[in-house]
T-cell receptor
Framework: AQKITQTQPGMFVQEKEAVTLDCTYD???????LFWYKQPSSGEMIFLIY??????QNATEGRYSLNFQKARKSANLVISASQLGDSAMYFC????????????FGTGTSLTVIP | EADIYQTPRYLVIGTGKKITLECSQT?????MYWYQQDPGMELHLIHY???????EKGDLSSESTVSRIRTEHFPLTLESARPSHTSQYLC???????????????FGQGTRLTVV
């Protein structure tokens, strides 16, 4: 069963605008971590932000914030003030404690920032 | 800055050749992973390890094999390369964040393999 779902294959955003990339997850494990990665065309995976299942507050890292809604099992990434360099693939991932902290990745969202 | 290294970055090789993709990390992480990814597509876990002498196959069936003789080293071997093995291979490692959880996965820069 798909544990991480990203329903937006492609997104466009105007430069300097904010954009939300959707991610929903499926687990009954009370202990898990949620992660977002950026993958530019060069291929490397760049870690952006982390949210633990026990964290009370939404995570923020610079222009990135994670909108964590535990009851809805969603962990959307918000990028504020988009820049041209934000154009890339974005992957949502989850690690589960009861499976030895394996990482499960979504199918990704391709973001294009328009000048 | 992540201290995980993959070599080579690019490899073009003929069908039937044996190849080994190298992956090393200097962070002392117990957990290491190999993912296969076609351009613009999702990552598929092909192998993982929880420590020395511990290796498991991932969700995606792969003809490759791995070994974990040292904590820092997790090489992937293809005994006989085929064109269907053409892909990007990403190595990653992760540590322990707290009592329950894991750090993020730190990724190497990847190896782009082309089998002709």
């Amino acid at each position: 069963a798909q544990k991480i779902t990203q329903t937006q294959p492609g997104m466009f955003v105007q430069e300097k605008e904010a954009v939300t990339l959707d991610c929903t997850y499926d687990t009954s494990d009370p202990s898990y971590g949620l992660f977002w990665y950026k993958q530019p065309s060069s291929g490397e995976m760049i870690f952006l932000i982390y949210q633990g299942s026990y964290d009370q507050q939404n995570a923020t890292e610079g222009r990135y914030s994670l909108n964590f809604q535990k009851a809805r099992k969603s962990a959307n990434l918000v990028i504020s003030a988009s820049q041209l360099g934000d154009s890339a693939m974005y992957f949502c991932a989850m690690s589960l404690t009861n499976t030895g902290n394996q990482f499960y990745f979504g199918t990704g969202t391709s973001l294009t920032v328009i000048p | 800055e992540a201290d995980i290294y993959q070599t080579p970055r690019y490899l073009v090789i003929g069908t039937g050749k044996k190849i080994t993709l190298e992956c090393s990390q200097t962070m002392g992480h117990d957990k290491m992973y190999w993912y296969q990814q076609d351009p613009g597509m999702e990552l598929h876990l092909i192998h993982y390890s929880y420590g020395v002498n511990s290796t498991e196959k991932g969700d995606l069936s792969s003809e490759s094999t791995v070994s974990r003789i040292r904590t820092e080293h997790f090489p992937l071997t293809l005994e006989s390369a085929r064109p269907s093995h053409t892909s990007q291979y990403l190595c990653a490692s992760s540590g322990t964040r707290d009592r329950w959880g894991t750090t993020e996965a730190f990724f190497g820069q990847g190896t782009r393999l082309t089998v002709v």
